[in-house]
Structure formats: structure tokens, C-alpha cells
């Protein structure tokens, strides 16, 4: 990990004790601005959810759904079953997956920044083309540029608060990552529960807001100063050692500098960085970028943060709760980034990983076991054991943001050498969307032919990588 066996450059850690610094107010005002463009993300899995549920978007887009959800014959687990409903969701990220592999050469050639500008200008024309959406056409049309958006956001901003944050508290300042996420998600989730309220048209308000993020990601890349790491490695060693002085409060940076020109010279000797990062010495690396964000995934944290009030309604919420409910459990997630970010540069990831793993096993069997025997397919759950299902849910959605959430991001980030960096955080963010465009192009057809067994699915999948975490270093 990042302060472990490799200095920040990714060469070996000769002179990594030598290095000097502190967290100045040039590193935070980075990295703050920077992981704005974690709330991007983390808004459109906050927003997408809630809108899908709204009457309004609906009748004008999935007029069959509306019927399907007004019917009190249809089973309560179907309701929302709607492959073009799904496309709606899914598009996105598997847009997001293209342009992540596009935006691995961009952000190696023309600097970190380049990717988190083309990502804040691609998300705020797709949260203008939702919002004045005529048609299902240009609905889907906006989703892709909100997915071009994440693709080169999720690519750049992680290399880019790694390689800006003092190596002995980059775990925590990479967390910064995930608590901007989060935040979106929480955002999103109360935008909805107000603008559920100004039927009919208030879910444009909700998919429009999305370009006030769009916009600091954009102004922010272009006044943000590039990585030194960045500049050194496309020749501009002078601007880079610059740089390197003001973001660690002193001009004794002489070990660290030349660790950065010694992996940048590596580096640029490496003209097919998807090809090297085949060959044996960065298989290890190659493995945790795949399995990492795959597992993260098959948590099955997105069916929640996707259709967590379809999810609710399905389970004889009414609107009003469901939406509040969701609102909840992103509090929720919010709130647990920064139990990671006290705790992950001492107690070490792979405890994080496998006590949270644990904790949302547990929670997922409670609420199958819930629903299988005390919810039917036209019954509604009483008081008590709804209560019960949300605080079940709002405790899985705690361990994983202490654990998987953000781990999922800043691990891959931190173990890359220079040279293959860009193409090893492409590898991550295009799992993790591949996995995502799955779950969410399934899930609601899933819910409709397992019903409740849909949590024990998710919890053997879960399980299933217990093997995968004790082998990470602490």
C-alpha cells in the first residue's frame, strides 16, 4: 500500500524515509475541489433511484410501469420489472466503461486535469439534456454523456488526490474520494424527497441539479494546479518540483523529487502501459484492480443505492416513506466515510475489509429471512418489521461505506507504479462499471423472479470473496 514498500512514485522505497512535508492548505483546497467529482457519482446513483419512482417520470417516459405500479393485482416484487426502465440506469455506465479506457491515454498525455475537465463538461451536458428530455431518445442520449462524464472523472480524480496527498496520510485523503460520493448520494436522496412534491415535472429539477456538481468539477479542474507527478513525467521537471514545494510547505523535497524522476524515466520507457501491465511483476497489482472493484460490486450495495425507494415501495412503503427511507440509508453511507478516514492508515485496509464484509453478511440474512417469511407477494410488511428492514439495511450500508466503499477506489489507486498507473486506474473504474451496468440492467428483473431470495444470492456472492480479502496486506 501507498507508504508501505513504494514511495509515491512507485519506485522502491530507498529514499521514502527521507521525505518531508505536511498537509498544507494548497493540498486540502486540492483535494477538496478534486473529489467534487466523486459527487458526481455519487449524485446519479443517489438521483437515478428516486426518479424512478416518481409518477411524473413515469407516465411521460414508462407509461406501462406507472399502470403496472397503480395495479393492486400485480405482485408487489414485478411492479417495477421494465427492461427499458433498467436501460435507464444502466446506460450510463456502460458508457462510463468506454470512456474510462479512453480517458486512461488522456489523462497520461495531457495531465490528470485534462480527464476532470472533459469529465465535468460531459456531465453538464448530460444533466442538460435530462432535464429538457422531450423523449426517451434524448433521455437515454443524456444518460451516455453523464456516463462519458464518470468515465474520465472516476479515472482522474483518484490518481490525481494519490499522487497530491503526503504519503503517510494518503489513505485518508484518498477517502476524500469516496465522503464526496457519498455526499452526492445523500444529496440526491433528500433532492428527491422534496422534489417528489412538484408533480409533474419535478423530477427534471432533480436529474437538472445534477450540473451544479458538473460545474465545480469543471471550474475546478481548470484553476486546480496538475500532480507533480503529472508534470514530470511529460517533461516539465522544473514546473513539477514547483509544485511538489508548495503542496508539501517546503523546499526539502530532494528525496521525493527524484523518486518521482526516477519513476517517471521508467515511466516514459513504457510506450504500451496496457501491455506491461500484463507481464508477470505486475500481475499482483493487475489481480486487485479486477477482483477489488468486482467484488465491491457484488456486495450488492448498488441494488439499494440504485432502487432503494422501488425497493421500499415494493415492500408496501408508501411514496412519502420510501423516498424518506432512502434518504436514510444514504445519511447513513455518508456518515461512515469518515469512520474509514480516522481508522484506515492505522488499523490497515484488509481489517477494514473483512470486518465490514462480515457485518453485511449478517445484515443481508436478517432481511431475506424477513422478507421470506413475513412478506408476500400482495402483502405488505407490518410496522415493526419494516422498521426493522431499514435499520438492517441502513447497517450494511454502514459496514460497507467504512469498508468496501471507499477501499474499493483507493487501494487500486495507491498500488500502481507510475508507468502503469493511468492504465491500471482504466482496469478498476471499467470493472467497476461493467459490474454496475450489470447489476443494474438486472436487478429489478432479478427482484421480480427470486424475490426475497435476490439477498440471499447477493450475500453467497459476498461470501464467496472472503478467500480474495485475507490475502491482502494489512
Not at 508501505?4 to 529514499?15: C, I, N, S
Not at 483535494?31 to 446519479?44: E, I, N, P, R
Not at 474499493?408 to 473504474?429: K, M, N, Y
Request: glycine residues 10%; hydrophobic residues 45%; charged residues 15%.
Amino acid at each position: 500500500m501507498a507508504g508501505g514498500h513504494f514511495g509515491p512514485a512507485g519506485v522502491a522505497k530507498e529514499r521514502a524515509e527521507q521525505y518531508q512535508g505536511r498537509v498544507t492548505i494548497s493540498v486540502i483546497i486540492a483535494c477538496v475541489v478534486a473529489a467534487v467529482g466523486g459527487s458526481l457519482f455519487g449524485y446519479d446513483i443517489g438521483i437515478s433511484g428516486g426518479v424512478t419512482s416518481l409518477d411524473g417520470f413515469l407516465l411521460k417516459f414508462f407509461p406501462g410501469v406507472y399502470e403496472k405500479k397503480k395495479s393492486v393485482h400485480e405482485n408487489n416484487y414485478c411492479k417495477y420489472n421494465d427492461q427499458g426502465l433498467s436501460s435507464f440506469t444502466s446506460s450510463l455506465y456502460l458508457a462510463g466503461l468506454v470512456a474510462s479506457l479512453i480517458a486512461s491515454p488522456v489523462t497520461r498525455t495531457y495531465g490528470r486535469r485534462a480527464s476532470i475537465i472533459c469529465g465535468g463538461v460531459s456531465f453538464l451536458i448530460g444533466a442538460t439534456l435530462n432535464a429538457s428530455a422531450a423523449n426517451l431518445a434524448m433521455l437515454l442520449l443524456g444518460r451516455i454523456m453523464l456516463g462519458v462524464g464518470i468515465g474520465f472523472g472516476n479515472q482522474a480524480v483518484p490518481v490525481y488526490l494519490s499522487e497530491m496527498a503526503p504519503t503517510h496520510l494518503r489513505g485518508a485523503l484518498n477517502m476524500m474520494f469516496q465522503l464526496a460520493t457519498t455526499t452526492g448520494i445523500f444529496t440526491a436522496n433528500m433532492i428527491n424527497y422534496g422534489t417528489q412534491k412538484l408533480d409533474p415535472w419535478g423530477w427534471r429539477l432533480s436529474l437538472g441539479l445534477a450540473a451544479v456538481p458538473a460545474v465545480l468539477m469543471t471550474v475546478g479542474g481548470i484553476l486546480l494546479p496538475e500532480t507533480p507527478n503529472s508534470l514530470i513525467e511529460r517533461g516539465m521537471q522544473d514546473k513539477g518540483r514547483k509544485v511538489l514545494e508548495k503542496i508539501r510547505g517546503t523546499k526539502n523535497v530532494d528525496a521525493e523529487f527524484e523518486d518521482m524522476v526516477d519513476a517517471s524515466e521508467l515511466a516514459n520507457s513504457i510506450k504500451h502501459p496496457f501491455r506491461n501491465i500484463l507481464i508477470k511483476r505486475n500481475r499482483p497489482q493487475l489481480v486487485m484492480a479486477i477482483l477489488l472493484p468486482a467484488f465491491q460490486i457484488l456486495t450488492g450495495i448498488n441494488s439499494i443505492l440504485f432502487y432503494a425507494p422501488v425497493l421500499f415501495q415494493s415492500m408496501g412503503f408508501g411514496g412519502n416513506a420510501s423516498l424518506y427511507s432512502s434518504a436514510v440509508t444514504g445519511a447513513v453511507l455518508c456518515s461512515s466515510t469518515f469512520i474509514t478516514i480516522a481508522t484506515v492508515d492505522r488499523v490497515g485496509r484488509r481489517f477494514l475489509l473483512i470486518s465490514g464484509g462480515i457485518q453485511m453478511i449478517i445484515c443481508q440474512v436478517i432481511v431475506s429471512v424477513i422478507l421470506g417469511l413475513k412478506f408476500g407477494d400482495n402483502q405488505h410488511l407490518s410496522k415493526g418489521f419494516s422498521v426493522l428492514v431499514v435499520v438492517m439495511i441502513c447497517l450494511f450500508v454502514l459496514a460497507f461505506g467504512w469498508s468496501w466503499g471507499g477501499l474499493g477506489w483507493t487501494i487500486p489507486s495507491e498500488i500502481f507504479p507510475l508507468e502503469t498507473r493511468s492504465a491500471g486506474q482504466s482496469i478498476t473504474v471499467a470493472v467497476n462499471l461493467l459490474f454496475t451496468f450489470v447489476i443494474a440492467q438486472s436487478f429489478l428483473s432479478l427482484l421480480c423472479a427470486f424475490k426475497f431470495g435476490n439477498l440471499p444470492l447477493l450475500r453467497w456472492l459476498d461470501s464467496s470473496h472472503d478467500h480474495f480479502r485475507l490475502l491482502l496486506p494489512p
